[in-house]
């Protein structure tokens, strides 16, 4: 008896555990990467450690790089781009100081992960993307997911969204080599703006703050993002 229930012990391991279709342990993967990469490096903002912890990143990326979704780098989402850091994600969103009834602009769609970030914590996300591909699939996806307080367009979000503006945050995460006009006019009172400029060597995040219909710019980390560029691919 006991001799049976050992074989059939060893089988039920190796039915859930070896055989190869197992599911890796998202969820484990990202309460880690929320304390080791997250709060261990200093973001302590409760609604973005929330947000962080509820989106489920490893949707966001192509399938065969699922198992990576919650290593601590930037991973290729395919047409040539990249989903950014989740470190980095978190950064540029705390810097926003977000609040739940606020109306936010995202320019670089890429794989909507960062727009579901935003999602979990504002009324309402207006994201474009320039390659329609990935803002088409991106689209779909947080349909399915059921955020259906994101809008995203196909298009140069250089000119912004005037039709929505003004955006109480705005951030970008494609560089230009200067901070487009468009962006700083549609940015309302008192609102934040994150964005990374330079060229294809040294880039800063720029933290952008309107006060008295004046923008005030402070530079807050070092970083490495793909350019902003027109339809004809050159950049900004
Ligand atoms: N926020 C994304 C990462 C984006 S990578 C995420 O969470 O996955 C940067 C994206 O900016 C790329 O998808 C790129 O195609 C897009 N992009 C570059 N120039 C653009 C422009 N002028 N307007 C809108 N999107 C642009």
């Avoid at 980095?88 to 579901?116: H, N, R, W």
């Avoid at 705005?170 to 006009?181: L, Q, S």
């Amino acid at each position: 008896m006991l001799r049976l229930r050992i074989i059939w012990l060893f089988a039920a391991v190796l039915a859930t555990g070896c055989n190869g279709t197992s599911q890796p342990d998202y969820e484990r993967s990202r309460d880690r990467m929320v304390t080791d990469q997250i709060v261990a490096r200093g973001i302590t903002d409760s609604r973005v450690i929330r947000a962080m912890g509820k989106v489920e990143r490893h949707l966001f990326v192509p399938e065969g790089a699922r198992r990576y979704a919650y290593t601590d780098g930037p991973l290729s989402i395919g047409e040539g781009q990249t989903i950014s850091q989740p470190y980095i994600v978190a950064f540029m969103t705390e810097c926003l100081s977000l609040k739940p009834d606020m109306k936010v602009l995202e320019v670089g769609t890429g794989s909507g992960y960062q727009a579901a970030v935003l999602a979990e914590i504002v009324d309402k996300v207006y994201t474009i993307e320039i390659v329609e591909q990935l803002g088409l699939r991106s689209k779909k996806l947080l349909a399915d997911l059921g955020y259906d307080n994101v809008f995203v367009k196909i298009g140069d979000g250089y000119e912004g969204w005037l039709e929505h503006a003004p955006y109480d945050a705005i951030i970008v995460t494609c560089a230009p080599n200067r901070i487009p006009d468009p962006l700083k006019d549609q940015l309302a009172e008192g609102g934040r703006m994150i964005i990374p400029v330079g060229g294809s060597g040294i880039q800063y995040l720029i933290l952008n703050t309107k006060r008295n219909g004046r923008i005030r710019q402070v530079s807050v980390l070092p970083v490495r993002f793909v350019p902003m560029v027109n339809k004809k691919g050159i950049k900004y």
